[in-house]
């Protein structure tokens, strides 16, 4: 990885550089970012970590919003290739940082269909596998919801750390599960742990246009529980 990052930007003070918006657009219109990325790029502008000088940076974070790479999506970001070719200070990606929700697009879902070719980039990336995490290098982050607030609220205050909590429901998931492509072989398998009392782990199977074709002997009974 030695070659994949210069560690010379980080001999003094740890700061990060976003790009200005202006500079990745291809055309006088400049893209908005999504209210999710957005809420990344105000995070690192509002800590004591970020700097409006290139000069000073020891990671770049872009403006182009690469969170969402499924093609199909009002939030996906075309011409990424043509757009990080224009940054000056690019240079094939090192020391840069790429944040990514979701990668390619229905059925598959392809965990390193980017749209475009990261380079020597960090991926700060969720849902990512064994298979294409690089260890020390690499970021893997949660999938939040677009609608997860940009700061958290009041301070808590615990006073015990016993464990399970006296509540209900030790674990609680209900959503969709992809018969096909990535994360698939994961949420299929839910159902083993759902025991309808302090485990409730409820999917359904429809997602997609086409998700007749490809629902397998559980659908029905996962579809009708999930209603």
């Not at 550089?17 to 202006?22: D, E, K, L, R, V």
């Not at 996906?76 to 979701?102: C, D, M, S, T």
């Not at 990261?118 to 990336?125: E, R």
Request: charged share 25%; proline share 5%; glycine share 6%.
């Amino acid at each position: 990885m030695e070659t994949c990052f210069d560690f010379s930007k980080c001999r003094g003070e740890f700061k990060v550089y976003i790009y200005p918006q202006a500079e990745e657009s291809e055309t006088a219109t400049i893209l908005t970012p999504s209210p999710s990325y957005q809420k990344v790029l105000n995070v690192i502008q509002e800590s004591r970590y970020y700097t409006s000088d290139p000069s000073q940076a020891c990671l770049f974070v872009l403006a182009i919003d690469t969170l969402d790479r499924d093609s199909l999506s009002t939030d996906y970001v075309r011409n990424v290739p043509a757009r990080l070719q224009k940054l000056r200070l690019w240079n094939e990606g090192r020391n840069h940082v790429i944040f990514n929700l979701y990668s390619g697009t229905w059925p598959d879902y392809a965990e390193d269909s980017l749209g475009f070719d990261p380079g020597m980039a960090i991926l700060a990336k969720a849902s990512m596998s064994v298979t294409n995490f690089r260890p020390g290098f690499d970021v893997s982050i949660p999938l939040f919801h677009k609608n997860h607030p940009e700061k958290g609220g009041d301070p808590g205050f615990v006073t015990t750390n016993n464990f399970p909590v006296s509540k209900k429901y030790l674990l609680a998931f209900k959503g969709k599960r992809y018969v096909h492509g990535i994360g698939s072989e994961t949420r299929n398998s839910l159902y083993h742990l759902h025991n309808e009392r302090d485990i409730v782990l409820v999917t359904t199977c429809r997602h997609g246009k086409s998700w007749k074709d490809l629902k397998d002997e559980r659908c029905d009974e996962d579809n009708a529980e999930y209603d």
